[in-house]
Every structure is written in structure tokens, then in C-alpha cells.
């Protein structure tokens, strides 16, 4: 299949054999319709200066060592660029893309063309380094290094299905994310995040619905968040704020100069900033700090089908259901079942009968070094969080309790069994 570099230079001469100047460029049709973007009109400079669109329709072979046209140079009717059109030279090569396949941020040297039903189509984008050596001119080397290396040759190709091109505000005018981008996980978005320049960056987030959005944010570094949100209107990062665990929106107002960091608690839904200025009162690196204040907990007189109705009504905004705290009527911690046990237990046993009465916790002034240990030491998912009274106020979880022990890129392969 030829490549569009293949074409790129090529002489354009008319019906009447008349030189009229080299191949500039490609322009494809994005409609919603098309798959893969359908060559819709040739691009020629011309020999004394600018440039002319010409209709596909009007060129007798796409294919050839010199490109003929099938009308004079005085009959063709220039092809109107449209808003769904793309110009494949100046909009796509060398461009960063996603690949959504292999969940990464990688730079287009070349795109395959494909033809179909007469219509050509843009098949593949080329990422590998025989794309750029068939771009610099080098075609017979780069077919011998693909004829000894077919399958390296093969994985630096990738199918029009499985990219998104990232907007260019002067020329770019694809929309992200598409289903394929809505699909992936948060922290495979956090990753093609850190690797895209900071408009790219801003683009890419400003296309996430809310929740994907702040899924994501939660997945990378506060300072990094902080940069990230930096341009974004204050009212969408209270909505942000408001989809975020209170821990991790508090970490992330932490960042923030302080004037802005009260404006946005202002803006959010009096709830959800109560939860977060309760942590931003406590040291960061305490217990308190970053504990998380959405948990499970219940009174200790339910039965254990009592138990499982109350949590299918009341858990669904909880960081974690693993564990299930019970507390009296004064909010005092008195026991712990696992999700297991509730399930196992007779429908009208009371939880009383078979809750754990001895319960590791921490104080809300405990060091997140002591909260890591306490973790560390009994192989918990989390601990929870009580003041000087046995109150309880919230729970750290296991990977926040570790944050400052191990390097990032550790923490991120604990499993998250409490979501």
C-alpha cells in the first residue's frame, strides 16, 4: 500500500500534460460516517507560487511516478476545504497521537493509504523509524531494514482505529475523547497525561466528562494536579473538587495559592467543603490530614440482613467497603467485620455476635510514619481514624498510608481492592 511520504513531491501535470507543480499535500474527510478518513482532494504548489485544491475526482491516478490530471488547468473548480476536513501533511505528521491500544502517547512519521471501492482511505498511521527514514528520501534502505525486520516493522504500525489525534487550536479540529479514550482506565490516562506538553495536557482534560476527569486527576501527583487545573475556570474545579475523594481534593487545595484554594471551597456544595476543610484543619502528613471521611459504618444491633440493605442504600459514595466499622449511638468505634464475614453470616445474627471487638486504629494527630507502620505491621487495607474520645472521624487507606514511604510508581501497583 503506498504511503502518503510516497507521494509527497510528486510532479502534478494537467490533461493537457501542462507541469502545474508538486504534490503539497492530502486533504481527508473526517465525516462521522467514515471509519478512516477518505482522500477527498490533492494539495499542489505551485511552480510560481501558492497553492490549489484540487477535487479527487479530478485526478486520473493518485499512484504514480508523476500525478496526471483528467482536466486542464482552466476547467478545475478548486475543492473547498470543509470543517470535517484534515490536511494529512501539515495536520497529522509529526504530530503526537494516542494510541489507545497500547495506552500511550506516541508521534506520527507516516500514514498508510489504502484503497477502496476506487476511494482511498488513510488505513494505518506509522510510528516506527523506518516511517521517517521513507520520509527522508531513504525508501530502498528503509524496505530492505523492513524486509529483515517485518516485526518490528509491523508493531510501529497502528490502525486508524486505535489513535486520537491531540487538537492543534490552529488546525486541529478532532474531538477527544472517544469512546475508546472514555474507556480507558484513569490511571492509563494519568500516564498519556505526563507524557503530553501542558496545552496538550489542558486540552486532553477539558474533553473528560467530570467524573473520568477527576478519576484521573486523583492518579497523578498534587503538585501536578495544581499545574494541570491552573487555567480551568473555578466553577468546573468545584465540580472536580466535589467528584473527588475529600482527601484527595484536599491535597490538591493544599497546592493552590491560599485565595484560590478559598474560593473554591466557597464555590462547592457546603457537604463536600465541610469534609474538606475538616482535613485541611489537621498537618498534612498526620492522620487527620489524609485520612479519607466517606467510610462504612453501622450500628452494632443490626442483623446481618439489616447490615447488607443498609450498605446497598448508604455505600455507594464510600472509598471502601472491605472493611465495615461499627460504631455506638455517640460515634465511638467498637468494632470491624470484613465484607466476607456480613455475607457469611446467618440473615438475623446480630453484628454484635460476630464483630471484632479489638480494632487496630490511629490517633487523628498520628504521624503518617505511625499510620504506615500501623499498615505495614497488621496487613491492613486501611486503618481507622479516631480522636482522643475513640470518636471516629475517617479511614487511610492503605496506599495513602505508604504515599511518603515508597516511590510513586510502587504505590500505583498496590491493588485497589476497597473500590
Known amino acids: 500500500m503506498p504511503y502518503l511520504s510516497n507521494l509527497l513531491g510528486k510532479p502534478v501535470a494537467d490533461a493537457d500534460g501542462e507541469r502545474l507543480g508538486t504534490v503539497k499535500d492530502l486533504v ?33 491516478v493518485l499512484v504514480a511516478p508523476a500525478v496526471p490530471l483528467n482536466r486542464r488547468l482552466t476547467d478545475i473548480v478548486p ?23 497500547g495506552v500511550r502517547v506516541v508521534r506520527v512519521n507516516d500514514l498508510e493509504l489504502a484503497r477502496v471501492n476506487g476511494h482511498f482511505y488513510v488505513a494505518n498511521v506509522d510510528i516506527s523509524s523506518l516511517g521517517l527514514l521513507r520520509r527522508l528520501g531513504v525508501a530502498r534502505l528503509a524496505q530492505k531494514m523492513a524486509g529483515g525486520l517485518r516485526r518490528d516493522t509491523k508493531a510501529g504500525v497502528i490502525s486508524w482505529d486505535d489513535v486520537e489525534l491531540l487538537r492543534d487550536q490552529q488546525s486541529m479540529r478532532l474531538r ?12 492509563d490516562l494519568a500516564d498519556i497525561i505526563s507524557d503530553l506538553s501542558r496545552p ?26 495544581a499545574s494541570l487545573i491552573e487555567d480551568m475556570p473555578d466553577e ?33 456544595e457546603d457537604e463536600d467543603a465541610e469534609d474538606v476543610r475538616k482535613l485541611l484543619a489537621y498537618p498534612e502528613e498526620s492522620a487527620g490530614g489524609i485520612m479519607n471521611t466517606e467510610f462504612v459504618a453501622l450500628k452494632a444491633d443490626l ?25 455506638d449511638d455517640c460515634d465511638h468505634l467498637v468494632g470491624v467485620l470484613s465484607l466476607r464475614e456480613l455475607v457469611l453470616a446467618g440473615p438475623e445474627t446480630p453484628i454484635r455476635d ?23 505491621k497488621y496487613g491492613l487495607l486501611a486503618v481507622p481514624v ?34
Open 79 to 101: 475543492y473547498p476545504p470543509g470543517e470535517n476536513d484534515l490536511y494529512l501533511a501539515r495536520d497529522v505528521l509529526d504530530r503526537q497521537i494516542i494510541d489507545t491500544d
Open 386 to 419: 479516631i480522636d482522643d474520645e475513640g470518636k471516629m472521624h475517617g479511614i487511610v487507606t492503605a496506599d495513602d498510608a505508604l504515599d511518603k514511604i515508597i516511590p510513586t510508581a510502587w504505590k500505583k501497583r498496590l491493588p485497589k481492592l476497597y473500590h
Open 354 to 376: 460476630f464483630m471484632h471487638s479489638r480494632v487496630i486504629a490511629v490517633g487523628l494527630m498520628d504521624s503518617q510514619d505511625e499510620v504506615a507502620q500501623a499498615v505495614s
Open 303 to 327: 442483623s446481618a440482613e439489616q447490615a447488607i440493605s443498609v450498605l446497598r442504600g448508604t455505600a455507594g459514595e464510600a472509598e471502601m467497603i472491605y472493611y465495615i466499622y461499627v460504631n
Open 176 to 187: 477527544v475523547p472517544s469512546d475508546k479514550i472514555a474507556d480507558l482506565h484513569p490511571a
Open 236 to 268: 468546573k474545579v468545584a465540580d472536580v473538587l466535589e467528584e473527588m475523594a475529600p482527601d484527595e481534593a484536599a491535597d490538591l487545595l493544599a497546592e493552590l495559592p491560599e485565595e484560590r484554594s478559598e474560593e473554591l471551597l466557597n464555590l462547592m
Open 200 to 225: 496538550e495536557s489542558s486540552q486532553f482534560l477539558e474533553s473528560l466528562d467530570l467524573e473520568t476527569l477527576a478519576d484521573t486527576l486523583e492518579e497523578v501527583e498534587p503538585d501536578f494536579q
Open 28 to 60: 481527508a474527510s473526517m465525516r462521522p460516517e467514515l471509519r478512516h478518513p477518505q482522500i477527498v482532494a490533492l494539495v499542489v504548489k505551485r511552480r510560481r507560487g501558492g497553492s490549489l485544491v484540487i477535487p479527487i475526482e479530478d485526478v486520473a
